[in-house]
């Protein structure tokens, strides 16, 4: 059973936009979540993260939204540029388990 | 560049040989892991290491075998594969495993390992 959730497999974006990417959650005892974004060839890189004690984080372009009580979070990319097409992996740990994440959502940004 | 290196990038291997994938990390970081990414899978956690004793093994089967010799570096030594196997081995590391929450882990490029 799969504790995060990527429902979107893939998702296109006009350059200049926002990205929206979803994640779901499904257990209660997490209380950290991060994004890390994957090139082709390349392993997943570092984006954002959010303590379950804040509802926002905010690093350039990148936001993270948590919404506990829905087990929800958002990555927001503002605006989307052609650079930022890849793919978006959501992760979240607690305690005392390791990172697990989802199956990721592969963005493409149209110039 | 993360801090954490892979070798080899590639490698193709019949189901008879033995090889091993190299990681090392140059963060400092107290804690190793090595991770599977299978086409529309999620990242498969294989091995946790803590200062050098593991910790975690999500139930991997005994042709994978882990070793780390010291906090900086990870083998993962491969034998009698399966062409199921065909997959990109993540190596990564993380501050501490001594609390999960508020660790991020950075991870290597990856070794693409193709068994033939």
């Known amino acids: 059973d799969q504790q995060v959730k990527q429902n979107s497999p893939s998702l296109s974006v006009q350059e200049g936009r926002i990205s929206i990417l979803n994640c779901d959650y499904t257990n209660s005892m997490f209380d950290y979540f991060l994004w890390y974004k994957k090139y082709p060839a390349e392993g997943p890189t570092f984006l954002i993260s959010i303590s379950s004690i804040k509802d926002k984080n905010e690093d350039g372009r990148f936001t993270v939204f948590l919404n506990k009580s829905a087990k929800h979070l958002s990555l927001h990319i503002v605006p989307s540029q052609p650079g930022d097409s890849a793919v978006y992996f959501c992760?979240?740990?607690?305690?005392?388990?390791?990172?697990?994440f989802g199956k990721g959502t592969r963005l493409s940004v149209i110039a | 560049e993360t801090g954490v290196t892979q070798t080899p990038r590639h490698l193709v291997m019949g189901m008879t040989n033995k090889k091993s994938l190299k990681c090392e990390q140059h963060?400092?970081?107290?804690?190793m892991y090595w991770y599977k990414q299978s086409a529309k899978k999620p990242l498969e956690l294989m091995f946790v290491?803590?200062?050098?004793?593991?910790?975690e093994n999500n139930s991997v089967p005994s042709r994978f075998s882990p070793e780390c010799p010291n906090s900086s570096h990870l083998f993962l030594h491969l034998h009698t594969l399966q062409p199921e196997d065909s997959a990109l081995y993540l190596c990564a590391s993380s501050p501490s495993t001594l609390t999960y929450s508020g660790n991020t882990i950075y991870f290597g490029e990856g070794s693409w390992l193709t068994v033939v």
């Open positions: 963060l400092g970081h107290n804690a």
């Open positions: 992760a979240a740990s607690s305690g005392n388990t390791p990172l697990v």
């Open positions: 290491y803590s200062l050098e004793e593991r910790v």
